[in-house]
Every structure is written in C-alpha cells, then in structure tokens.
C-alpha cells in the first residue's frame, strides 16, 4: 500500500514556479562553482586595526577636516551637472532607441564601463577637472538613461495617442499625448539617478578629483580613522537629508548656484587629445600593421583566460549572494514587522549599506578575513542585497495583507512574499548588469579580475592595453546583460523606474 | 528649459575664460609617501616659498596617485613634479626634455623594508632575504611604488630566481605603505616590503606594535624620490627659469618646509641617476 | 443629399491585422442617420467603429471608451488636442505654456454647455468619472466633424444628463453611430439600431420596428440572467 505523497512542489508551469525553479538553478549553480573562487579565511589577529575604525566612526574628529564644505559643494556640483548633461545627451537618444541598432549598441557599451573607469580614460586628456568628473558621469548616464526613458516611454498607455484626430504631426503628438503620461515616471528616475551620481561623485575622488571621497580615501588608506569617520557620517548625512536639499523647488536653484563651483576648467591641448585617441589607445604595431608584432603584444596581455573567469565567478556570486542578503534584509524595514524603533534601525543599516562605497566594505572584510575573493563577495552581495531589500520592503508596504491576523513566519511567507518575489527576483537580474561592472571595480583590492589588470595598465601609463581590457570588459557586460534580461521574470511589470 | 539653455551656454561660455588664466601660474604637484592630510595647507607653504624665490604665481595641485601625477604632468597641468624613481623615468620617457633637478638627501641611497608578522616565525635583521619567505602570503604597496613595488621585486628575483607570484602563496598590492604596515601588523599578509622612510617614522610616531610586526631584511641602496621639471617653463616663464627654480629648491631650508616630504634638505641630480631604476623597470615589464 | 451613402461594406472581413473578428460583414451607413450600436462586450462593437473611423478619417469625430484622456494636462489642454494637426508643432508647444486666446475662448464656450465651466484649468486627474465623460465628448465637439463616432460615450453618467449630452451631439453633427448599452435610449434616441452578435451583423432596422425584446435577443446572458447583469458585463 502506497503512502499518499503529495506533489513535487517543484513541477508545474505557473510562473511562480518557474521562477522557483529559475533562483535554484542560480543559486545550485554558484554552489557548484563555488570550489572555484579563491575563498581562503587568513587573518588571525584584525582587531586592533578594526577597534580604531570603530573608535573613528564612533568619535569622529570635525575639527581635523580641511575644506569639507568645499568638497560637499563639489561632490554635489558634479552629480547635479553630470546627471544634466546624462539627461540631455540620452533624452534624443531615447527617442531612437527602438529604431536604431547602431545607438542601442553604442549605449550599451558606454553603459558597460563603470564610472570610475571612464574617469580614468577622460583624466588622461582632461586631466583633473571638472571636464573629466562630468564626462565620466554624463557619457555612461546617456546611455543609461536612453535605455530606461526609452522602455518607460514604450510602456506608456496608448489610449490617449490613439484617440487624437488623423494627421496630428510627431512632435505634437508626443507633447501632448506621451510625454505628460510618463513625465512622472521620467522624472523618478532621472531624481533616483541623481541619487547614484551622488555616490559615484564621490567615488570619483577615489581617483583624484576633489570630491568628498578625495579626503575619504586618504584618510581611510592612510589609518585617519577619526578622520575618515567625520567624512562617512558626513556623507551619510548628504545622502540622508537628499530629500530636504534635493527639492524639486530648491533644485534649478542649486543647479544654477553649483555651477560656479564646479572646476578647474582645463587647458586642453588639442595635440596631446588628437595623439590620445588617434595613438595611445591603439596597439603599436597594429597601428603599423605588423601583424606578428600584433601577435606578440597580446602575447604580453596579462592572462586572459583567468581574469574573465573570476570576474564572472565573482559576478555570479555577487548576484546569488545579493539574492540572499536581500530576501534576509527586506523585513527589517517593511511596516509589516517589527516595531517603529527596529524600523528606524532597520532602515538606517539599509541605507549604510547601500551608501558606503564597495571598496571600502570591501577592506574592512579584507581585514577580518585576510585576502580572497571573501571580502569582494561580501562587498558586493551587502551593497546591492541592501539596495533590492530596501526596493523591496518598499513595494510590500503597498500590500495590505488579506489576513491580517498571520504570524509574522506566515506573513512574511505566505502574505508577501510570493507577491513581491517576482519583482525582487527581476530586480536582482537587473542588478547582475550592475554587478558585473562593480566587480571590475573590486579587483583594485587585489582580485585578479579583469578590473585589477584594467588599474594596473593605466598605472603602468599602457593605456593601450587598458582600452583593450575596457572593450573585453564592454563586451563581456553586455553579454551578462543580455543573458540576464533573458531570463529575468517577464511577467512582472516594473512599475518602479528606480528598480532598474 | 530657457534656464538650462542659457546655463549651457554659460557653462561653454567660461571655459576659455578659465583657460586664459592657466598660463601665468607655474605649477606643481607631490605626493608625499606618509600623512596626506592636510596636503593642500602643507603645500601651501612650499608654494609660498617658491613664489617669493622665483617671483611667478605658484600653485600646488593635489593628486592621489602616481599615474594621476604622472598624466598631470604630460598633459602640462603641473610643470614641477616631486615624483619616485619609477614615476620620474615614466614621467621623463613621456615627456621629451624634462629633466630630473634635485633629490632629497636620502634619496641618493634609499631602502626598502621587508616586513613579516611576527607569527611566521621569520626572524628579524637578517643578512640577506631568508628562504623562509617561500610559501607565506607577501603584499606589496602601490603597483608603481619604487620602494613599495619596483625594487622589492626586483631583489626578490635576483634572491630567488622566480616570480613573487610563484615564490609566495598569494601577492597583493595593498596601494599604500602605511597599508602594507597595518595589513602584515593585523597578519593579514604574513610579508610585506615597505618605504624604509615611512616605516622609520611609523615606529618612531608608536603607530606600530613592533611586538607583531618587524623588520627582515634591509635592501641595498637605490636613487628614489626627485624634483623634475617639465623642458618647456623657459620658454615660458623666461630664460634660465629651470635653474632659478632649482637653485630654489637647493636653497630650500626651513625644516618646516622640509617636513612636509619629509627630507633633510635637496641635493642636485641628473637623468642619468635613474637609469638603474629604469633597466630594472624594462626587466620587470613595467615600462616599455 | 440625406440619402448619401457615406460608407458601405459589402461582405468585408473586418478586423485587426490578419486577425478577423467580424467575417464578410455588409452594410450601408448613409448621412443623416443617427445610428445605435448594440451587443454584448466583446461582440466586435469596438472593432466595428474602429474600421469606420479608418474609413471616414477627417470626417468623423472620435469619442473612444477610454477617452484617451491625459491625466496630466488640464481640461483646456484635453480639449484643445482636438484639433492639435491644425496648429503647427510651435504652436502647440507653446500652447502648452501659455493658452491660444481664441482657443480658449472657444473652448469657455463649450465646456460651459457641457457643464464644465470653471474647470478648464484644472488637470484631468481630480475629475470624477462622469466630468472626465464630458471631457472626452467636449473634445470631440471641438474637433467640429460632420459625423460622430461614440464608443459608449454616455456610459458613466446619469439618464438625464445621457439625454441631455446626445441632444449636443445631435445638434453639432449631421451624423452619427454611437455604441450604448442603454437598450431604451437606443429605441427613444436613435434612427437605426446596428445589432452585433458573436461577430456578426445579426440585426440592422429603423428604431420604429423594434422593441425592447429584439433588442434583449442579442445578449445571450439575457435569457438566464437579469438583463442588469448585461448591462454590467457590458460595463467591464
């Protein structure tokens, strides 16, 4: 006599299944790679080091500070106008985004390298000015924002442009019957997008701009820890307070104000451009058309093989990972549990976490765990796990669950979850893109990604061979990209612009 | 959308204003090996001193890196750099002309440290790089370091006839000689090679627990840090402009000017100096 | 001159692309008629008006059962995209910052006898249904047509102002097919009733033949339900 079994909970075609069944592939896939990454625990004794961070953070030295205001100013200046001139540059670009094959490729790829890598590129010829930290953001942003204004201006309803009398010209039809349908949508994002400008306009101090985290990076690299806490809380606080500064009102103001703080404006010597873009970027001896010598130059490549596969291992993990941090995280700040106090501390570690730089979680756990791909995973999986858990806590307080008296196990797994799941899910294989492109970053710490070998060849001025590491970089995200968008849930819509 | 045309054209319109003034002001950079904070006001000072002596406007620019000075320099944003040895060669090889002006007094024989947490049981002041270094984990400091990179891996091979990569368990380039300290003091790398100078004045600062970290073995002298300048500022800052700011930096005394490199005072030197550091560059592939 | 065929169909497939929905459909739409058009939701009401509309481009204004409203502008503005191809691209554009004296002024007028007066300045959002309805048919107006084409344009306000609202139409056009659900007011306001049933033409005859139970034949739900529920699937 057979025992009753119930179902395979697994088998099934509904969507939520396939969604199941589509998290436990990735997930049983970065188990299996796993035995690949480089994840050794070394350290043995990070205490001391970690004990002055926290006394730094803990009791931050204002004083010590030279010219905050001015790298505020700055860092502000530079994400206002850098993500104008992203919105101006994409804005014409989304118009033809659907048309035209050439501008869907060429955004994708300036899409593809990060910020701090286009700042690299534009430093060499613009030196350190504001040319440089505006290019950096606007160029990438342009593409960003082509694609996404392009997809929100595709899903706006059609009622209204279908109903006007025939003969109606292009233009008008759109200023009428188009744009004011989506402009709240257009103008989230292009607000959320700011947000992010925010942060890679500090990011860009990183490499020598005047931005905050110019003082944020030498104070942290040099062990300033008094001085390095006053500037993380600082930029906290500008992050935090976006929604009193940033107003819609106050915005044009500050806009036309941050305008005389932007600099230094550069001499640019039209000679030494022309060489960078005509010679330096380019291999010798293709540019000689000797092809053995061409052979040979790639023979002198840092090994290729290795440093694509640990930057997709690192991605894979970075996305199952934020998967994982974000469904453990997104309670914490959802109205439907806790209480006010958890929420207020709930919402503020989402909020840390998401805006402290990667680099630098990513060397307090260099600290505690000694050198791996351990602390780049932890950095990445934190970061953007709390950015989803916070879009994510977001959509399930627009749910009202149906029966309210459920504990909170049962809430959370029978109530919301499968309601927000599909769009955490798709969130998540947005981010992947995003993830790819950070992991890049990351190898400045050390890991042989192929972002370690793109800093050493501009370090080592060989600025040929760091455009080619850009393209495989390019090439590769846009890959990733693709791949991910295959298979991130379709049946979800994104109603939130910001979640992309 | 008016606003915003007309802030664009602004925006265009200053950019030349910007550029006029560029001219007038001679400029330079550093980057000191310890203690960034504060650069700006630091530099100050030095730019100060080479304002009276030379009699142009002086401006310092601060910069993060060894790269970063090296493109501001190509690229004429500075025309006075204090560079290393490594960054000097790159800076002199990208700029036709340019030639290395002084040294600091130390900089003639300058050292190297390799460090080790205590743990690993590698004992200090040794005669010569142990064969107990085979095997643990080793860092670096900046990729283009001199005495953080260049030389270190230069000795390792001479000592051991293989790459650092397949000589240690894992190598990593920390970015930073105070962070080559903390990460071998926390035992996070087992060994590290460090700027003698700035490990020297760590010790003497109690910034280190000499108890778990310690010195292994000193290398042989090297050229390190320079003054060079650009080939170009007597065309435009009038004739004889380099040895004028040369004699500038000669003459420069006051220790509280001096601190800030931190050196003792300068000393001449010529091109030819470096070329030690520039055959173990092409050796390493780290120039071509 | 009343007699005028405007448009004819003779057995026509008519639908959306390749996709069929009402199959070698005929019939005659002359000027001067006022037309009802009947049938359950989902009978090919839509489709129907669609392909006139395409027929009889710039002689027919459009008053679609979505209304096509943009929530964002305000009412002037809805009204005005009435005749948006009249103006140029500029003008339009600067419409939008600063209103066209005499559109305005024409649109006053209008938006008064359909008793919207004092609105126009307000966004389309913060209307309640039965203003956005009027809306919607104040836009048609203007558009100033010889024909009207309604997709329910009666269907979300009261008996009285339905009657009311036909009455403007009637008086603005010569001709018009408009859909209802409202069986009666098809009997005491129209000429002609265009009966539609699974995708076809099953009834086409002067209002003066008909009663209420010929009309009840085309919903397939009034035989088991209360006519009521008809009316609300047809609402949905």
Known sequence: MAEPTAPGMLHGDSPGLRLARRSLVLVALCIVLLPFADLSVVAHDPWAELSRMATGLALPHWRELSSPLQAIGLTVSVALWGTLLGVLLGFPLALVFFRSRLVRTACAFVRAIHELFWALLFLQVFGFSAVTALAALAVPYAGIFAKVYAEILEQTPRDAADS????????????????????????????????????????????GLPTLGFHLESAFREGHYHQAGALLWLFYLLIGTIGFWGHRRLLPLLTLGSLFLLGPWPHVDSGLLWRFVSHDLWPAPLLDGDWAGLMAWLGNIPDLGPAIGNTLLLGLMGTVGALIIALLLWPLASRHFGNPATRLGGRALLVGLRSTPELMLAFIFLLLLGPSMLPAWLALALHNGALIAFLAARHADNIEPGMPGLPAGGRYAYELLPRIYPGLLALVFYRAEVIIRETALLGMLGVATLGFHIDSSFQYLMFDQAFFLLLVTAGLNIAVDALARRYRPREVVMDDPCSR | MRRLIATTLMLLGLAPVAQTQAQDTFRFTAIPDE??????????????????????????????????????????????????????????????????????????????????????????????????????????????????????????????????????????????????????????????AVNYSVWNAAVEAGRVDTDKVHVVWETPAYPDYQWTIRGDVDEHFGDGFTDRVRQALLGMTDPDLLESFPRQGFIPVSNDAYAPIETVGEDLGLLR | MSDAELLSLAGEDVGHGSQVVLPRLSLTLRTGERIALLGQSGAGKSTLLATLRRRLDTDAAWCPQSHGLVPQLAVYHNVYMGRLERHSALANLWNLIRPDRRAWTEIETLCGELGLAGLLRRPVARLSGGQRQRVAIARALYQQRRLFLGDEPVASVDPHQALRLLALIDARHDTSVVALHQRELALSHFDRVWGLRDGRLVLDATTDTLTLDDLDRLYPDADAASSASADETAHG
């Open chain 1, 164 to 207: 006007l009398p025939p003969g109606v010209g292009r233009l008008s039809r759109f200023i009428y019957a188009e744009l004011p349908l989506a402009w709240e949508r257009l103008a989230a994002y292009t607000r959320y997008r700011f947000e992010c400008s925010l942060r890679a306009s500090v990011l860009l101090g990183f490499v």
């Open chain 2, 35 to 192: 203690d960034q904070t504060r650069l700006v006001e630091r530099f100050q000072k030095v730019a100060d001193y080479l304002a009276d002596t030379l009699d142009v406007d002086v401006e310092y620019v601060p910069v993060k890196s060894y790269s970063a000075a090296v493109s501001a320099f190509r690229n004429d944003q500075v025309q006075l750099a204090w560079f290393g040895g490594l960054s000097g060669v790159q800076a002199r090889r990208l700029v036709p002309g340019s030639q290395a002006l002084a040294q600091g007094v130390e900089d003639a024989a300058f050292h190297s440290y390799f460090i080790a947490n205590a743990d690993t049981g590698i004992a200090a002041d040794q005669d010569q790089l142990p064969e107990s270094l085979e095997g643990h984990s080793f860092t670096f400091g900046a990729k283009t370091s001199t005495s953080g990179r260049l030389m270190p891996e230069y000795y390792l091979r001479e000592r051991f006839g293989e790459a650092p990569e397949s000589l240690f368990s894992r190598v990593g380039f920390s970015g930073d000689h105070t962070r080559t300290i903390a990460l071998v003091e926390s035992g996070t790398y087992d060994v590290g």
